[in-house]
T-cell receptor, first 113, second 111 residues
Framework: SQTIHQWPATLVQPVGSPLSLECTVE??????LYWYRQAAGRGLQLLFY??????ISSEVPQNLSASRPQDRQFILSSKKLLLSDSGFYLC????????????FGAGTRLSVL | SQQGEEDPQALSIQEGENATMNCSYK?????LQWYRQNSGRGLVHLIL?????REKHSGRLRVTLDTSKKSSSLLITASRAADTASYFC???????????FGKGTKLSVIP
């Protein structure tokens, strides 16, 4: 069966520090991969999605970047965190060319202080 | 921009009652999905309804879709305290890899 791992679960970082959140998927090949951010009490904002290694589409221009160095690995990064980067970050995957059903990781709670 | 808009934003009911949540969207869709999120956790897919379907059931869940009104509803029958969570609708456009999520309905089921 397929599983998605996202870490860390919580992270407290000072303003101006770098960020690296990692997400890996097991049990499937060639998944579509997604990074979302969820502000408190709000819906999900799509940040990046990827349909293949090295292929990244950005939905919202901001202080973050994403990379897909391997088929089942998706990384969210920042060189210098801002206070506004605080939030709940979710990674998800879906089967390519399927019905868009997405499967989510447990999320990372990021607090930038 | 967010396409789905759930209504109500929050709903509190007694255990055993039915809970109904609504979702409206703005553009044409290929399918509409409902997800559940327990506090501080990831989302879990509940049910998908295609644009050519009007109603779908899964256990205690019933979803309807009215494409002429661009709206959907999720009914949870005989609610349980364990149903307490936020519920999101998400729309998928034709040929799109993306889902557009609404802001969610926070459901509280009181034992």
């Amino acid at each position: 069966s397929q599983t998605i791992h996202q870490w860390p679960a919580t992270l407290v970082q000072p303003v101006g520090s770098p960020l690296s959140l990692e997400c890996t998927v097991e049990g499937t090949s060639n998944p579509n991969l997604y990074w979302y951010r969820q502000a408190a009490g709000r819906g999900l904002q799509l940040l990046f999605y990827s349909v293949g290694i090295g292929q990244i589409s950005s939905e919202v221009p901001q202080n973050l970047s994403a990379s897909r160095p391997q088929d089942r690995q998706f990384i969210l990064s920042s060189k210098k965190l801002l206070l506004s980067d605080s939030g709940f970050y979710l990674c998800a995957w879906s089967v390519r060319l399927a019905k868009n059903i997405q499967y989510f990781g447990a999320g990372t709670r990021l607090s930038v202080l | 921009s967010q396409q789905g808009e759930e209504d109500p934003q929050a709903l509190s009911i007694q255990e055993g009652e039915n809970a109904t949540m609504n979702c409206s969207y703005k553009t044409s869709i290929n399918n509409l999905q409902w997800y559940r999120q327990n506090s501080g956790r990831g989302l879990v897919h509940l049910i998908l309804i295609r644009s050519n379907e009007r109603e779908k059931h899964s256990g205690r869940l019933r979803v309807t879709l009215d494409t002429s009104k661009k709206s959907s509803s999720l009914l949870i029958t005989a609610s349980r305290a364990a149903d307490t969570a936020s519920y999101f609708c998400a729309t998928a456009g034709a040929g799109s890899y993306q889902l557009t999520f609404g802001k969610g309905t926070k459901l509280s089921v009181i034992p």
